[in-house]
């Protein structure tokens, strides 16, 4: 149809003319709700920025201090299994302050206590590593 009846056509019902092959011979055009689409194209990039954050593994955090408690040191316990569940990989850092710097086989001991409790659902990637005042250890899902 010509230009001037698909203009008058979009105005009848109230949508917009758009232009989508402007090279093309006639001109290619659209008749649609402009913000209806927008908003429909926005929600579908948004979808699949999602689902390929979703693919992408993560590395999650958890620190421990020396000094935990029993209770506490369970809650982390629970939290890295439910980063693990979620497939993301988690980094095990033992926080020594002050004056425990000098007995890090105490922070060793902890560490081999968290991942004899993870052993069941994780695998550890490379050995624990002393840096600064931190021993850590990256796990991974099994």
Do not use: C
């Amino acid at each position: 149809m010509s230009s001037r009846e698909a203009y008058n056509l979009a105005q009848d019902q109230g949508v917009d003319l758009v232009e989508i092959a402007p090279n093309a011979d006639p001109p290619v055009v659209k008749v649609i709700d402009w913000g209806k689409y927008q908003y429909q194209k926005m929600k579908e990039e948004a979808k699949n920025r999602k689902k390929a954050r979703e693919k992408q593994s993560e590395l999650k955090t958890m620190k421990i201090g020396l000094k935990i408690s029993d209770n506490d040191l369970n809650i982390k316990i629970r939290k890295i299994k439910g980063f693990l569940e979620d497939g993301d990989r988690v980094k095990i850092m033992i926080i020594f302050r002050g004056r425990e710097m000098a007995h890090k086989e105490i922070g060793q001991e902890l560490l081999d206590k968290v991942l004899a409790e993870l052993s069941e659902v994780a695998v550890v990637d490379g050995k624990s590593q002393f840096s600064g005042r931190n021993l850590s250890i990256g796990i991974r899902k099994k």
